[in-house]
């Protein structure tokens, strides 16, 4: 079974609009660890974001936002005022206690001038 | 500042033919990990490692082999290239917890002829 679910394929949006990135994940561990990666078109894999299981708090850095609920399993990410810059596909991935990552499809963004 | 270093960018191979990943890391880090990266897929996990001399499959270890005899590389050997095995591999390194960011190296693509 898909441990991650990006369900959004391909998103485009307009600069300045925002948008929003959808995560659910599927566990039965009680302590798991949730991150965004983002890929640009030049390949390699930045990190974004860690979350852990214990902490539902929003998190604002610039930008960028993140919503963990754990009722939903859900982990979005949420890009205000988008630029070019912004497109990329991004991963949404999970860790459980065995240090392994499960990644989402990944969501390509384009965002257009 | 290496961090994880994957050699080479990129390769060509003839079906049949085998051929060796090189990944290195310089952070001490425990865990290692070797990925492909497909359209529409994902990265998936296809040999991991949770120290020097300890290695164990992923999800889609078939046609790959892997040792880790050192902390700092963990080579993917190919061992007769098919053209299923086309594809972005990427290594990545952690700390080993699950609550920590894995690295990524710059990614090899790989085409089979």
């Known amino acids: 079974a898909q441990k991650v679910t990006q369900a959004q394929t391909e998103i485009s949006v307009v600069e300045k609009e925002d948008v929003t990135l959808d995560c659910v994940y599927e566990t039965r561990d009680t302590t798991y660890y949730l991150f965004w990666y983002k890929q640009p078109p030049s390949g390699e894999l930045v990190f974004l974001i860690r979350r852990n299981s214990f902490d539902e708090q929003n998190e604002i850095s610039g930008r960028y936002s993140w919503n963990f609920q754990k009722s939903t399993s859900s982990f979005n990410f949420t890009i205000t005022a988008s630029q070019v810059v912004d497109s990329a596909v991004y991963f949404c991935a999970l860790s459980e206690a065995g240090n392994q990552f499960y990644f989402g499809t990944g969501t390509s963004l384009t965002v257009i001038p | 500042n290496a961090g994880v270093t994957q050699t080479p960018k990129f390769q060509v191979l003839k079906t049949g033919q085998s051929m060796t990943l090189q990944c290195a890391q310089d952070m001490n880090h425990e865990y290692m990990s070797w990925y492909r990266q497909d359209p529409g897929m994902g990265l998936r996990l296809i040999h991991y490692s949770v120290g020097a001399g300890i290695t164990d499959q992923g999800e889609v270890p078939n046609g790959y082999n892997v040792s880790r005899s050192t902390t700092e590389d963990f080579p993917l050997r190919l061992l007769s290239a098919a053209p299923s095995q086309t594809s972005v591999y990427f290594c990545?390194?952690?700390?080993?917890?699950?609550?920590?960011?894995?690295?990524f190296g710059q990614g090899t693509r790989l085409t089979v002829v």
């Open positions: 990545a390194s952690s700390y080993g917890q699950e609550d920590t960011e894995a690295f």
